[in-house]
T-cell receptor
Framework: DAGITQSPRHKVTETGTPVTLRCHQT?????MYWYRQDPGHGLRLIHY???????DKGEVSDGYSVSRSKTEDFLLTLESATSSQTSVYFC???????????????FGSGTRLTVV | QKEVEQNSGPLSVPEGAIASLNCTYS??????FFWYRQYSGKSPELIMS????GDKEDGRFTAQLNKASQYVSLLIRDSQPSDSATYLC??????????FGSGTRLQVQP
């Protein structure tokens, strides 16, 4: 999607290895998110960021960490990959909100991760 | 109870018919509601947002929100085979990240 790119697009890794997924945006949006999508579970929030060095955990954060040292980059790290982390990972960005309104997300193209 | 409930489908409609997709949510404080379309193997794409009770129309799409009933729906008029996709419902509340349903798969039969 224009303005947001994820890398890599596909990755196969071995159990126990660390893995880092990158999300890069050119929209200068303040808010960034990492979700995973699995059959039957929909999109589940892993971590999110409201700005540089401002991150917090989502509902499925165990085994994951994030970093945001620049507005444009949001990194997701699987500290020691497990088979249960085989999934499709989506990064999303959103504009700063006005009051309580949420303007919705733009998603990246996703990373398909397989842990063997 | 799931925070967002959607019938997984598939919902099958003939070409040219109206497709009706439904979503219920549990958080009464929810303030913003969204419908995303996701083609197989692709990322979700925002198609509708709605913030107030009532209807909001955009082309062939109409979103309907009833906060008292905690219910949001999406109508697709004159359904086309290209509308075949999974439709995700989501809601937002304040600064919280969006919460998504598992999606309804729509099949439009030519």
């Amino acid at each position: 999607d224009a303005g947001i790119t994820q890398s890599p697009r596909h990755k196969v890794t071995e159990t126990g290895t660390p893995v880092t997924l990158r999300c890069h945006q050119t929209e200068n949006h303040r808010y960034m998110y990492w979700y995973r999508q699995d059959p039957g579970h929909g999109l589940r929030l892993i971590h999110y960021s409201y700005g540089v060095k401002d991150t917090d955990k989502g509902e499925v954060s165990d085994g994951y960490s994030v970093s945001r040292s620049k507005t444009e980059d949001f990194l997701l790290t699987l500290e020691s990959a497990t088979s249960s982390q085989t999934s499709v990972y989506f990064c999303a960005i959103s504009e700063s909100r006005s009051g309580e309104a949420n303007y919705g997300y733009t998603f990246g193209s996703g990373t398909r991760l397989t842990v063997v | 109870q799931k925070e967002v409930e959607q019938n997984s489908g598939p919902l099958s409609v003939p070409e040219g018919a109206i497709a009706s997709l439904n979503c219920t949510y549990s958080d009464r404080g929810s303030q913003s509601f969204f419908w995303y379309r996701q083609y197989s193997g692709k990322s979700p794409e925002l198609i509708m947002s709605i913030y107030s009770n009532g209807d909001k129309e955009d082309g062939r799409f109409t979103a309907q929100l009833n906060k008292a009933s905690q219910y949001v729906s999406l109508l697709i008029r004159d359904s086309q085979p290209s509308d075949s996709a999974t439709y995700l419902c989501a809601y937002g509340k304040g600064r919280r990240a969006l919460t998504f349903g598992s999606g309804t798969r729509l099949q439009v039969q030519p």
